[in-house]
């Protein structure tokens, strides 16, 4: 799998497990709205900067939006 979709499903799986909209995430990140819907889309190639400011609302490490889920091939 390429690298930026397996960030954004990761990204939007995070997000929807937190309880999180995307405006939401976005207002925690300091980010826009249309920049998180892009990263989940693929449209978007995110900066590691921009990973951590994503993770920390989360509650994930950055990497952990590079590790495919379990029972899911690299």
């Not at 990263?39 to 490490?61: C, F, H, Q």
Request: charged share 25%.
């Amino acid at each position: 799998m390429e690298i930026r979709r397996l960030v954004g499903q990761n990204l939007k799986r995070f997000r929807e497990q937190a309880g999180l909209s995307q405006e939401g995430l976005a207002f925690e990140c300091g980010l826009h709205r249309t920049y998180v819907s892009g990263v989940e889309r693929d449209v978007r190639n995110p900066t590691i900067k921009v990973l951590e400011k994503l993770a920390e609302p989360l509650g994930v490490p950055p990497w952990r939006f590079m590790v495919p889920p379990e029972g899911q091939p690299n």
